[in-house]
């Protein structure tokens, strides 16, 4: 027998990208393990990739290529080749884009966060064909472009500091499920006699553990944020030097903020004044002893119409207390931003056809459903699916589901398994998973660069994102050599070897080694250098105002709520929220059997005094609905979810949930203030009794 052991990184849609280890008998991977060297994994990997062989050998995977025989929907394929596969694909694609390639949509996401087997042969391949661009808001862009406003680009705290921090606030985020390898440095700070304040509306894995938990109602983090601010000013709790020195508008957010006192805040979030004012005395004060203060805010806060400008109110705090001074101060939303990724390489944006139109994948529902028009161009004919379920994870499922059965559209989806969305395909490819194909990667939760070696050959007939783009392009008759890189020579181009981070960073030694540290310092603004137009911590922004938004840090209610809309809440008078569950990561992991037994089935988290008015007992099942849609759950009463509020951790398989329904089927496709992006907190419904 040969034993070997290959250096991969975690594909996942998770800020941990972690460092793995393979061990390979044989030709077969019998473990996955964190890499012990690589100081953020620790050789700590979450129960879910733990199990990868087990996901990577399911009995379900795809192995062939497929074309549908039954009705969209129904599921039902028979195997064809690839050749078969290809030939078809370029035949209706040939015949769509002779008429106007716009109609031709690619739809993916994160599925694999690989920089290879993400965009670059796909992207190259879209651009050159003139297709629709996709504006790809699904998870990340209010926050990000609120992030941005203020401090110029997505970089922040580093997560190897955080064990070093005094006072952390978890805010928005449960990193238990969704960010373990920053939770264990939060334990580390906790030992080191650091406090942990959970900012959440529901009593999470995470704030559970935390000494202190904030409860405010979902969508009004901005508001707190704002409070934070009046009593940090009028208190003098702030840090002069640093505002002068390194911050601009400091006056009028003093005027703004003077407009929330702690009463006004408390009455808007749900809270009582006293959390208002000692959160705000604990951080300025400990900030003003030199006691490093940190904020780990997460995407929990910005799934709501004003999340984009919760994002950007948290962001300004560091500054105003001169948390930035220490490494182990901050603020850190995602660290992505970091990375000198040489997308022009990958994804060759000059390849664009002028005028491409963008669709945003938020409203896939909508568009999919939209004829011709003048200021929609072409009605979607096609439809290319990677990296991606859109049937259970985009929201308003009802439409995108009416969207994906219609018979005039075009489907190809490739899949490790047969998901929701797979169903609706004409052609369904089997594409490879991580430990079949090479892959270079960044991460959003920490600062190394990271390799991703084939472990393994391609199961069945299985072949890389990459591969099969490169297989259509050559079927069209693209020509140029750009369409025949292999993964290596893409890989390779990932990091810009230029850039002062990730100065002479080389493909075949990062493989070997399987990751390197971009060279940053630990205090990334300790002396400002903001990446603003002002190279300030911008508390006024004249790019906001420039973009038609408030310039100053302000307050947007959520859409529906009971204080925003008494109309809608007379009808559907509960919030619900929708975040992940620990077991699934998204919607993939629904189908491997050892981690949904874990997870048990679909379940609402209601309070007991909304189930005692509605007649609900523990166990029962309920259904949950609004005007958009509804779907079944068993009733888990229970006061982690306050009282208003129900959740639904996500994200089902449709097909694998009590009535083939899952969360989306609630959620709207109402946009945020900023970044174009979804809203999945932000949603009223009504719960009753299932009756038999
Ligand atoms: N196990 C697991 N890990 C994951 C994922 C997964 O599906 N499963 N998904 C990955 C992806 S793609 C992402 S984007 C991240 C997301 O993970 P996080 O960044 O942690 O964000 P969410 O899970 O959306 O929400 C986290 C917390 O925010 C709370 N929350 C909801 N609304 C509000 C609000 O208005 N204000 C505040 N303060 N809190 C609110 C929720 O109750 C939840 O406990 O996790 C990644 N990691
Ligand atoms: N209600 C509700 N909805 C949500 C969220 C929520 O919190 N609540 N979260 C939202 C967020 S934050 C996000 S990021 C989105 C995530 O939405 P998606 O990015 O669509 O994530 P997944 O649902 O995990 O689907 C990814 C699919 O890609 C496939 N895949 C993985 N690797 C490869 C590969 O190498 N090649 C190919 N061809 N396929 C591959 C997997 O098998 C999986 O089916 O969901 C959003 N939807
Ligand atoms: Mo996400």
């Not at 599925?111 to 879209?126: D, K, N, P």
């Not at 990932?494 to 990062?510: G, P, T």
């Amino acid at each position: 027998m040969t034993t070997t052991q290959v250096r991969a990184t975690c594909p996942h849609d998770c800020p941990d990208t972690c460092a793995l280890l393979i061990t390979v008998e044989d030709g077969v991977a019998t473990e996955v393990k964190g890499d012990p060297d690589h100081p953020t994994t620790a050789g700590v990997l979450c129960t879910k990739v733990s199990r990868y062989t087990e996901r990577t050998y399911h009995p379900d995977r795809l192995l062939y290529p497929m074309r549908r025989l039954g009705n969209k929907g129904e599921g039902k394929f028979e195997r064809i080749s690839w050749d078969q596969a290809i030939d078809e694909i370029a035949t209706r694609l040939s015949a769509i884009a002779a008429k106007n390639p716009q109609a031709i949509l690619p739809y993916s996401y994160a599925g694999t966060m690989g920089l290879v087997q993400g965009e670059s042969i796909s992207a190259r391949f879209f651009h050159h064909l003139g297709a629709s661009l996709l504006d790809r808001t699904i998870c990340a862009t209010a926050g990000f472009t609120g992030y941005k406003y203020t401090i110029g680009a997505t970089i922040g705290t580093d997560l190897e500091q955080f064990q070093n921090s005094k006072l952390i606030i978890i805010w928005g985020g449960n990193p238990i499920a969704s960010n373990l390898h920053f939770w264990m440095r939060a334990q580390e700070a906790k030992r080191n006699g650091a406090k942990l304040i959970a900012i959440d509306p529901y009593r999470s894995l995470t704030a559970e553990k935390c000494h202190q938990h904030i409860a405010l109602l979902p969508g009004t983090d901005a508001a707190l944020a704002l409070g934070l601010m009046q009593v940090l000013i009028s208190e003098n709790l702030i840090d002069e030097d640093y505002i002068a020195r390194y911050t601009l508008g400091f006056d009028q957010l003093k005027q703004r903020a003077a407009e929330w006192a702690p009463e006004r805040t408390a009455q808007v979030c749900g809270i009582t004044v006293d959390e208002v004012v000692n959160l705000a005395r604990e951080y300025g004060q400990m900030a003003r002893r030199g006691e490093p203060v940190a904020i780990r805010t997460n995407y929990g806060v910005q799934r709501v119409a004003g999340g984009g400008m919760a994002v950007r109110n948290i962001t300004c705090l560091p500054a105003l207390v001169g948390a930035w001074r220490h490494p182990a101060g901050g603020v850190q939303l995602s660290s992505s931003g970091s990375f000198p990724v040489n997308s022009a390489a990958l994804q060759r944006p000059d390849l664009l056809k002028n005028g491409a139109r963008t669709i945003n994948m938020t409203t896939i529902g909508d568009d999919l459903l939209k004829n011709a028009s003048p200021e929609f161009g072409p009605k979607i004919e096609a439809v290319i699916v990677y990296n991606s379920n859109p049937v259970a994870i985009a929201p308003d499922s009802p439409k995108v589901m009416q969207g994906f059965a219609r018979d005039d559209l075009f489907t190809v989806v490739l899949e490790h398994f047969q998901t929701d969305t797979a169903d609706y395909a004409d052609i369904l490819l089997p594409a490879t998973t991580q430990l079949e194909h090479v892959d270079a990667h960044k991460a959003y939760g920490h600062l190394y660069m990271m390799a991703n070696n084939a472990a393994i050959a391609p199961l069945g007939e299985a072949k890389p994102n990459t591969e099969i783009f490169r297989l259509i392009a050559a079927r069209m008759g693209f020509t140029d050599p750009i369409f025949q890189e292999s993964d290596d020579e893409i890989a390779a181009q990932a990091f810009d070897a230029r850039h002062a981070r990730a100065i002479n960073v080389d493909w075949e030694s990062l493989k070997r080694k399987g990751w390197q540290k971009l060279s940053m310092p630990d205090a990334p603004f300790a002396e400002g250098n903001f990446p603003t137009p002002s190279g300030k911590c911008e508390f006024y922004s004249a790019s906001m105002l420039a973009d038609g938004l408030d310039p100053l840090p302000t307050y947007i209610p959520p859409r529906e709520s009971v204080a925003s809309n008494p109309v809608l809440a007379a009808k559907y008078p509960l919030a619900m929220i929708s975040p992940p569950a620990r077991n699934f990561l998204n919607s993939s992991f629904v189908n491997v059997t050892s981690l949904r037994s874990t997870e048990g089935e679909p379940r609402l988290d209601i309070h007991p005094d909304d189930c005692a008015t509605r007649g609900i007992v523990d166990g029962e099942m309920v259904r949950i609905f609004n005007d958009r849609g509804s779907f079944v759950c068993k009733a888990r009463v229970t006061t982690k979810a306050r009282a208003g509020l129900v959740v639904g951790l996500s994200v089902w398989w449709k097909k694998l949930a009590t009535d083939g329904k899952n969360a989306n089927e609630v959620t709207s496709q109402a946009l945020t203030d900023m970044g174009r992006a979804p809203t999945f907190y932000d949603t009223l419904v009504q719960v009753e009794k299932l009756h038999a």
